[in-house]
């Protein structure tokens, strides 16, 4: 079993929905990362959680370090969220490394 | 733009050959990480640096792998008698020492192996 495990792996929605992926993971961390991935290779880091809730623009991230489980939420989608989304954690043993999910594959339909 | 470069962006060669791969972090920070990511996965973790010293490396990192950051700015990550399997996009992240910092990742490498 994975130490980050992500679902789905697969969404396809219509523009304009309420999006949710999920993050669980079986290690404590010091930080849990969303980072966005789009063709071609490049990933951008969208959040670094370590407690709570954080937001920006449509994006909004949450953690439950006691059931150890992420979720970050896409609200009002538009075809230019479609990208792969993947949950990383850094383990509160492992140093500086990052543990990465799978991925989820992000597809908005106009 | 002061982000983190990695070259070549593609690099295709035959198997048995050897390649390396050069990672230009940003100027102030002092973390260097390579990841390497097969299609359809996350990425793993392959090594990192602090300054110039390489502070750990994965079990993926077989004796072909070499990496070196020699004055603790750019890296390089060289692959020796390349295998079919080294197929993959090999990243690059930096982040500032210090604490719980976000790391930001380049383009990445992609290499192919005939």
């Known amino acids: 079993k994975n130490e980050v495990e992500q679902s789905p792996q697969n969404l396809t929605a219509q523009e304009g929905e309420f999006i949710t992926i999920n993050c669980s993971y079986s290690v404590g961390i010091s930080a849990l990362h969303w980072l966005q991935q789009h063709p071609g290779g490049g990933i951008v880091s969208l959040f670094m959680l370590s407690s709570g809730k954080k937001k920006h623009g449509r994006l909004i991230a949450t953690i439950n370090i006691q059931e150890k489980h992420s979720s970050l939420h896409i609200t009002a989608s538009h075809p230019r969220d479609s990208a792969v989304y993947i949950c990383a954690v850094r383990s509160e043993t492992s140093g500086s490394r990052l543990t990465f999910g799978e991925g989820t594959q992000l597809t908005v339909n106009p | 733009d002061t982000g983190v470069s990695q070259n070549p962006r593609h690099k295709i060669t035959k198997r048995g050959q050897n390649v390396t791969f050069r990672c230009d972090p940003i100027?102030?920070?002092?973390?260097l990480y390579w990841y390497r990511q097969t299609l359809g996965q996350g990425p793993e973790f392959l090594t990192y640096?602090?300054?110039?010293?390489?502070?750990?490396k994965s079990r993926l990192l077989s004796d072909r792998f070499s990496a070196e950051r020699p004055k603790g700015s750019f890296s390089t990550l060289e692959i020796q008698r390349t295998e079919q399997g080294d197929s993959a996009m090999y990243l690059c992240a930096s982040s500032l020492d210090g604490g719980l910092t976000p790391q930001h990742f380049g383009d990445g490498t992609r290499l192919s192996i005939l």
């Open positions: 640096f602090q300054n110039e010293a390489q502070l750990e």
């Open positions: 100027s102030e920070h002092n973390r």
